[in-house]
């Protein structure tokens, strides 16, 4: 495998067409005044040893140089070592609620956030795992495709507001057939969704898509962002706090809705687990996850990269050298010769 180690020096490569364009108004202003200096056979005769074709050929010898000297200074290194690197873990995604509902309050600081700390957690507990995110509301979107990258997933994970999708409502549902499609098609590794929400799904049959996941071989956990006697929904409205209405003016208030994800859950083989102001229940959840029969994955790394620019900077030296070495007027020895010369 290929690559640079210093890929931006390659922008200085953009100065040998410069080069290239004054050496050659540099050669046609020569010309024209040689012309104005006399008739083209007199001058010949007065300089028997000049040749058109020797500054040509020494320029590019140059810009052969430059563009090696260029291209060592962006470090080329190959990839000297590919090992098969066999990890045994899972493969988990999580799907986070973000409608508007898990900004309530009655979890501190509200929900989502809480679910963010969460997930953090977990993420830092993973060993030798495959990670994604799905984030849903009305709709399901993939955050973080399935990665082993854990720092990827705590950027995607700090990015997460209800404001990244554009349609509002809780559809777990399309948050489960998504999540059971984005799993890598090949890995036989074992597979789980870990559904955080408040529950108030309003779009489509969650359950049955936990049945469909478990079809396919995947456990569906839930974890329950909210508290049964519920709380209202906080709005900002000219700069100050407020609360979400329905049309007759009313506070809306968000409750807990344990008995659709303990049915998710119980239809996905997994387990439910409730948050409160106390703990998230991450621990129990995790050890359920850590019960799962690892199974070995195989990924293919390039272990060690090694610089190759010796190589670049002995060739431009060789260049310079000869370079250095061609007169630019013939020798009068070897006049004969014209393997410089230009018909």
């Known amino acids: 495998?290929?690559?640079?180690?210093?890929?931006?020096?390659?922008?200085?490569?953009?100065?040998?067409?410069?080069?290239?364009?004054?050496?050659?108004w540099s050669r046609i202003a020569r010309k024209k005044a040689l012309k104005r200096f006399g008739e083209q056979q007199i001058l010949k005769q007065l300089m028997p040893f000049?040749?058109?074709?020797?500054?040509?050929?020494?320029?590019?010898?140059?810009?052969?140089?430059?563009?090696?000297?260029?291209?060592?200074?962006a470090r080329p290194q190959?990839?000297?070592?590919?090992?098969?690197?066999?990890?045994?873990?899972?493969?988990?995604?999580?799907?986070?609620?973000?409608?508007?509902?898990?900004?309530?309050?009655?979890?501190?600081?509200?929900?989502?956030?809480?679910?963010?700390r969460a997930i953090s957690r977990l993420i830092d507990r993973l060993n030798d795992d495959k990670i994604g995110l799905i984030v849903f509301a009305g709709d399901a979107y993939t955050q973080l495709p399935i990665t082993s990258d854990y720092n990827s997933a705590k950027l995607f994970l700090n990015s997460v507001s209800t404001e990244i999708v554009p349609k509002q409502g809780t559809a777990i549902g399309a948050a489960i057939n998504l999540a059971a499609n984005s799993f890598t098609p090949s890995s036989e590794a074992n597979k789980a969704i870990v559904i955080i929400t408040d529950g108030e799904n309003h779009e489509d049959d969650a359950v049955s898509a936990a049945k469909d996941a478990v079809d396919k071989g995947i456990i569906?956990?839930?974890?329950?962002?909210?508290?049964?006697?519920?709380s209202p929904i906080p709005v900002t409205r000219s700069g100050q706090k407020d609360y979400m209405k329905d049309r007759d003016g009313k506070v809306v208030v968000t409750k807990l809705n344990e008995q659709i994800?303990?049915?998710?859950?119980?239809?996905?083989?997994?387990?439910?687990?409730?948050?409160?102001?106390?703990?998230?229940?991450?621990?129990?959840?995790?050890?359920?996850?850590?019960?799962?029969?690892?199974?070995?994955?195989?990924?293919r790394v390039y272990s060690e990269y090694n610089d190759q620019f010796q190589y670049?900077?002995?060739?431009?030296?060789?260049?310079?050298?000869?370079?250095?070495?061609?007169?630019?007027?013939?020798?009068?020895?070897?006049?004969?010769?014209r393997l410089f010369s230009i018909k």
Do not use: C
Not at 89 to 100: F, P, R, T, Y
Not at 220 to 230: D, E, K, S
Not at 281 to 289: H, K, M, P, T, V
């Open 261 to 299: 994800l303990e049915q998710i859950s119980a239809s996905g083989n997994g387990i439910y687990v409730r948050a409160n102001n106390a703990q998230v229940g991450l621990n129990a959840l995790f050890d359920e996850i850590n019960k799962m029969e690892k199974e070995e994955m195989e990924s």
């Open 78 to 116: 190959f990839g000297s070592k590919l090992k098969k690197v066999k990890r045994e873990g899972i493969e988990l995604i999580i799907a986070l609620d973000v409608s508007n509902s898990m900004m309530a309050e009655d979890i501190q600081p509200n929900r989502l956030e809480r679910a963010k």
């Open 312 to 337: 670049f900077f002995a060739v431009a030296l060789f260049l310079i050298l000869f370079e250095f070495i061609i007169l630019e007027r013939k020798n009068k020895y070897l006049k004969s010769i």
């Open 50 to 73: 000049s040749s058109k074709g020797r500054p040509v050929f020494k320029f590019l010898v140059l810009m052969l140089a430059l563009a090696f000297i260029i291209t060592g200074m």
């Open 1 to 24: 495998m290929f690559r640079f180690g210093n890929m931006e020096y390659l922008w200085g490569l953009l100065i040998i067409p410069l080069l290239a364009v004054i050496f050659i």
């Open 220 to 230: 569906v956990h839930t974890i329950g962002m909210g508290l049964p006697q519920g």
